[in-house]
């Protein structure tokens, strides 16, 4: 079983890496695809930490990104409390619904507000005035920030 601190140091090893595959986005909805395929990297990594050697028994699996982030929500760690900040968890259903519009939509255009409903509970709460009220850029650079932080730091 995985402790807190092994799914916190997650985030120095694997953020990284994460951030460098996301410098690269040209258009709102490219970044939506590659946030979705770096949280679903995160998501992996987290079944992994938790489930050590018996990973591969439900990876190997080929499940959706949906099927993961649900896992990694009734994951606990050694001190009992969710693998998955819950917050994180809720914002990631989301993002999972616009990534599954943006893919599947021609000519499908991430909006402003919903991007804002990515902020779910905690995260982001200390946006200042120009994030909460920019456009889709501004609030999708902040959410990136603040999504993988959430997703693997308990105290966020």
Do not use: W
């Not at 990297?41 to 959706?64: C, H, P, S, T």
């Not at 990534?99 to 982001?124: M, P, T, Y």
Request: charged content about 30%.
């Amino acid at each position: 079983m995985a402790s807190r601190q092994d799914i916190e140091n997650l985030f120095y090893e694997i953020v990284p890496k994460v951030m460098a595959g996301l410098d690269d986005s040209e258009t709102p909805t490219s970044e939506i695809l590659k946030i979705h395929l770096m949280t679903e990297v995160i998501l992996e990594e987290i079944i992994r930490k938790v489930l050590g050697i018996n990973a591969d028994a439900i990876l190997d699996e080929e499940l959706r990104y949906n099927q993961k982030l649900a896992i990694c929500a009734k994951l606990k760690l050694d001190d009992l409390s969710p693998a998955l900040n819950t917050n994180a968890a809720g914002s990631l259903k989301k993002l999972n619904k616009i990534r599954n519009d943006a893919a599947h939509k021609i000519n499908f255009e991430v909006s402003a507000e919903a991007i804002e409903g990515l902020f779910v509970g905690d995260i982001g709460k200390n946006r200042n005035d120009d994030v909460r009220n920019g456009g889709v850029d501004i609030k999708l650079s902040s959410y990136k920030a603040a999504i993988y932080i959430h997703m693997l730091n308990h105290q966020a």
